[in-house]
């Protein structure tokens, strides 16, 4: 397994709170990525990064912000959480070695009330 | 804009058929194809990736296909077993950007 964490693993919260998921990688990977899942949509980019501080918006990146301050955290936050932030998010990584695939964390369920 | 359909959404076969699984994309100016599974309550499992200039990749009882021009991709699954039950998914990646544009996936049962 590649070695992905992300924390927390499921959150309840209530609209207009701050909200920070975290990514943690152990494999020195250069890219990572935050998508969300939803019934009905899919698999959807928001935001990912390249590198130390350097990031960039995906395909849905209204209402959240990233941070990448360390090659092995990429933090995603959603300032003020409404309800449509409601889904499942996962963290994903990749290397630069050739052409490499995308390896998924196991998500974070977050329920925003 | 790309699109990716998979087709179908469901599927339930007995064991130890073998199946295909499709994946179309309506731009085919693709940089290439993923396959992945997908666990209830887990995260994406990578199986196959397909470089453009690739026809085909194999991994173990898996064989996933590419025909680019005509913008279309399958994943065969020999001898179904009932592990292999999950929801499969491709995605597609354009040159020059990181995005995987990502189909809503078929959902496999592979009935004992």
């Known amino acids: 397994d590649a070695g992905i964490t992300q924390s927390p693993r499921h959150k309840v919260t209530e609209t207009g709170t701050p909200v920070t998921l975290r990514c943690h990688q152990t494999?020195?990977?250069?890219?990572m990525y935050w998508y969300r899942q939803d019934p009905g949509h899919g698999l959807r980019l928001i935001h990912y990064s390249y590198g130390v501080k350097d990031t960039d918006k995906g395909e849905v990146s209204d209402g959240y912000s990233v941070s990448r301050s360390k090659t092995e955290d990429f933090l995603l936050t959603l300032e003020s959480a409404t309800s449509s932030q409601t889904s499942v998010y996962f963290c994903?990584?990749?290397?630069?070695?050739?052409?490499?695939?995308?390896?998924f964390g196991d998500g974070t369920r977050l329920s925003i009330l | 804009k790309q699109e990716v359909t998979q087709i179908p959404a469901a599927l339930s076969v007995p064991e130890g058929e073998n199946l295909v699984l499709n994946c179309s994309f309506t731009?085919?100016?693709?940089?290439?194809l993923q396959w992945f599974r997908q666990d209830p309550g887990k995260g994406l499992t990578s199986l196959l990736l397909i470089q453009s200039s690739q026809r085909e990749q194999t991994s173990g009882r898996l064989n996933a296909s590419l025909d680019k021009s005509s913008g279309r991709s399958t994943l065969y699954i020999a001898a179904s077993q009932p592990g292999d039950s999950a929801t499969y998914l491709c995605a597609v990646r354009r040159g020059g950007s990181e995005k995987l544009v990502f189909g809503k996936g078929t959902k496999l049962t592979v009935n004992p």
């Open positions: 994903a990584i990749r290397g630069t070695e050739g052409d490499q695939p995308q390896h």
């Open positions: 731009d085919s100016a693709i940089y290439n």
């Open positions: 494999e020195n990977h250069r890219y």
